[in-house]
C-alpha cells in the first residue's frame, strides 16, 4: 500500500474507528454482565433488582410519571421520524457522492454501531438484568411449589375460575351489543386506580411494595393493535404504556401486567401472574374480573391442549354474559390478523428469546404452572 493510499484509508475509517462506532462497544460488557446474571441469578437478585434498580426506577419513575402523556411514546415518533430522515439522507449521500461513498456508507455503519450498543447497553443496565432474577416461586412469603400437574387439577382450577369470572360479570357495566363496558369515567382515571391499588399487594408480599406510577394510555393504541401489542414498559422512561383500543374487560389485567413489569419483573409469566394477584387484591369488580378472565384464559388454553373433553364441560359452565365478551374479545383481534401482525409477533418472539424466555411466546403459558401452585396452596390451606 503507498503513502497516499494509506492516508486515503486513514480518512475513510477514521470517522468508524475514533468517534461514533466506540459507542458501540459497550454492547461488549453489557453482554458479559448478562452472561454473569445469567449464571448467578441470587447475586442479580440482591445487588441488582432489590437494591439498584428500585433507586433508578423510582427516580426516573416520578418524574416522567408526573406528565399525563407518555413521554416514551413522544420519544417514538421523534426516533422514527428522525430514523427515516437520516437513512435517506445518507443512502442518498452514498448513490450521490460517488467519490465520498466509503466515507459515507463507513459514517453510517459507525451511527448504527452507536446506536446498538449504547442501547444494548443501556437496556441490560436500566432493566434488563432483572430477567436473571431468581424466579418468583422461590420468593420468601409467596411459597409457591411448581411442579407438574394432574389434567384434574388443571380442570379443576379452570372451573374455580369461570365461577369467579361469572359471579363478577353479573355486577358489571355493558354496553348496546351487551359486552362489559368500563364503569371509569375514561381510561385515565382507571390507570390513576391501577396505579393507586397496585401496591395492596405489598401488604401480604413486601417485594411488591413501594413506589407505583400511573400507567400510560397511548394515543396510538389501535397502531398497537395492528402490532398485536397490548401493553409494553419502556425501560428507559420506567413508563408502562398501555393499548387502551382493546376490549375494555382486558385493559386492566394489561395495565396490571406493565405495572409488573415496572416492579422489576420482566418474565412475561411471571408479569402474567402478577398481574392476577393484583388486579384481585384491587377491591374493584372491573379490575378483579379482568384479572381473572387473563388467568381464565390461559389456563382453558392449556386445558384445551391437554383434554378437550374436560375444556368443552367447562366453557359449558359460562354464562352467556361471559361469552359474549370472549366472542367480541375473539372478533376485535381477527380484524388485525395479517403480515403486520405476524412480523410484531416474530420480533416480539425473537427479544423474548435473547433474554432467555426460551418458549419465546409460549412463555406467556407458564402462568399456568404458577396459578396452579397457588390453587394448590390454597386448596391445601
Given at each position: 500500500?503507498?503513502?497516499?493510499?494509506?492516508?486515503?484509508?486513514?480518512?475513510?475509517?477514521?470517522?468508524?474507528?475514533y468517534r461514533?462506532?466506540?459507542?458501540g462497544?459497550?454492547?461488549?460488557?453489557?453482554?458479559?454482565?448478562?452472561?454473569?446474571?445469567?449464571?448467578?441469578?441470587?447475586?442479580?437478585?440482591?445487588?441488582?433488582?432489590?437494591?439498584?434498580?428500585?433507586?433508578?426506577?423510582?427516580?426516573?419513575?416520578?418524574?416522567?410519571?408526573?406528565?399525563?402523556?407518555?413521554?416514551?411514546?413522544?420519544?417514538?415518533?421523534?426516533?422514527?421520524?428522525?430514523?427515516?430522515?437520516?437513512?435517506?439522507?445518507?443512502?442518498?449521500?452514498?448513490?450521490?457522492?460517488?467519490?465520498?461513498?466509503?466515507?459515507?456508507?463507513?459514517?453510517?455503519?459507525?451511527?448504527?454501531?452507536?446506536?446498538?450498543?449504547?442501547?444494548?447497553?443501556?437496556?441490560?443496565?436500566?432493566?434488563?438484568?432483572?430477567?436473571?432474577?431468581?424466579?418468583?416461586?422461590?420468593?420468601?412469603?409467596?411459597?409457591?411449589?411448581?411442579?407438574?400437574?394432574?389434567?384434574?387439577?388443571?380442570?379443576?382450577?379452570?372451573?374455580?375460575?369461570?365461577?369467579?369470572?361469572?359471579?363478577?360479570?353479573?355486577?358489571l357495566?355493558?354496553?348496546?351489543?351487551?359486552?362489559?363496558?368500563?364503569?371509569?369515567?375514561?381510561?385515565?382515571?382507571?390507570?390513576?386506580?391501577?396505579?393507586?391499588?397496585?401496591?395492596?399487594?405489598?401488604?401480604?408480599?413486601?417485594?411488591?411494595?413501594?413506589?407505583?406510577?400511573?400507567?400510560k394510555?397511548?394515543?396510538?393504541?389501535?397502531?398497537?393493535?395492528?402490532?398485536?401489542?397490548?401493553?409494553?414498559?419502556?425501560?428507559?422512561?420506567?413508563?408502562?404504556?398501555?393499548?387502551?383500543?382493546?376490549?375494555?374487560?382486558?385493559?386492566?389485567?394489561?395495565?396490571?401486567?406493565?405495572?409488573?413489569?415496572?416492579?422489576?419483573?420482566?418474565?412475561?409469566?411471571?408479569?402474567?401472574?402478577?398481574?392476577?394477584?393484583?388486579?384481585?387484591?384491587?377491591?374493584?369488580?372491573?379490575?378483579?374480573?379482568?384479572?381473572?378472565?387473563?388467568?381464565?384464559?390461559?389456563c382453558?388454553?392449556?386445558?384445551?391442549?391437554?383434554?378437550?373433553?374436560?375444556?368443552?364441560?367447562?366453557?359449558?359452565?359460562?354464562?352467556?354474559?361471559v361469552?359474549?365478551?370472549?366472542?367480541?374479545?375473539s372478533?376485535?383481534?381477527?380484524?388485525?390478523?395479517?403480515?403486520?401482525?405476524?412480523?410484531?409477533?416474530?420480533?416480539?418472539?425473537?427479544?423474548?428469546?435473547?433474554?432467555?424466555q426460551?418458549?419465546?411466546?409460549?412463555?406467556?403459558?407458564?402462568?399456568?404452572?404458577?396459578?396452579?401452585?397457588?390453587?394448590?396452596?390454597?386448596?391445601?390451606?
Open positions: 500500500m503507498t503513502a497516499h493510499q494509506t492516508t486515503r484509508a486513514k480518512k475513510i475509517f477514521r470517522p468508524l474507528l461514533r462506532a466506540w459507542f462497544l459497550l454492547a461488549v460488557p453489557a453482554f458479559v454482565l448478562a452472561q454473569l446474571a445469567h449464571a448467578f441469578p441470587a447475586a442479580v437478585e440482591h445487588t441488582y433488582s432489590r437494591a439498584v434498580y428500585p433507586v433508578l426506577s423510582r427516580a426516573l419513575g416520578r418524574l416522567t410519571g408526573a406528565l399525563p402523556f407518555s413521554v416514551s411514546e413522544i420519544l417514538i415518533y421523534i426516533a422514527v421520524t428522525g430514523g427515516i430522515a437520516y437513512l435517506v439522507y445518507e443512502i442518498r449521500g452514498i448513490a450521490v457522492k460517488q467519490k465520498q461513498r466509503r466515507r459515507v456508507a463507513a459514517r453510517l455503519i459507525s451511527t448504527l454501531l452507536c446506536i446498538g450498543g449504547l442501547w444494548y447497553f443501556l437496556f441490560i443496565v436500566m432493566c434488563g438484568l432483572n430477567y436473571y432474577r431468581q424466579p418468583l416461586s422461590e420468593y420468601e412469603h409467596i411459597g409457591l411449589e411448581v411442579r407438574e400437574s394432574t389434567v384434574d387439577e388443571l380442570a379443576a382450577l379452570c372451573a374455580e375460575l369461570a365461577d369467579t369470572v361469572n359471579g363478577l360479570r353479573e355486577m357495566p355493558e354496553d348496546e351489543n351487551g359486552v362489559m363496558a368500563t364503569g371509569f369515567a375514561s381510561y385515565y382515571e382507571g390507570a390513576a386506580f391501577a396505579g393507586s391499588v397496585f401496591g395492596n399487594i405489598g401488604r401480604d408480599y413486601p417485594i411488591f411494595g413501594g413506589f407505583v406510577p400511573k400507567p394510555p397511548v394515543f396510538s393504541s389501535l397502531a398497537m393493535s395492528h402490532m398485536n401489542i397490548v401493553g409494553v414498559f419502556v425501560p428507559f422512561t420506567y413508563e408502562a404504556n398501555v393499548n387502551v383500543h382493546i376490549p375494555d374487560y382486558a385493559v386492566p389485567s394489561a395495565m396490571m401486567h406493565e405495572l409488573a413489569h415496572f416492579k422489576g419483573f420482566m418474565r412475561e409469566d411471571e408479569a402474567n401472574f402478577i398481574s392476577w394477584m393484583a388486579c384481585r387484591g384491587s377491591g374493584s369488580d372491573e379490575f378483579h374480573y379482568s384479572g381473572a378472565m387473563l388467568a381464565f384464559a390461559h382453558t388454553n392449556a386445558l384445551y391442549s391437554a383434554d378437550r373433553g374436560l375444556y368443552v364441560e367447562v366453557m359449558a359452565g359460562l354464562s352467556e354474559k361469552r359474549r365478551d370472549l366472542a367480541h374479545n372478533a376485535y383481534w381477527r380484524r388485525f390478523d395479517g403480515p403486520v401482525s405476524d412480523a410484531s409477533t416474530a420480533v416480539n418472539n425473537t427479544y423474548l428469546r435473547a433474554n432467555r426460551s418458549d419465546g411466546v409460549k412463555s406467556y403459558g407458564r402462568m399456568v404452572d404458577l396459578l396452579l401452585a397457588e390453587f394448590r396452596g390454597t386448596a391445601n390451606a
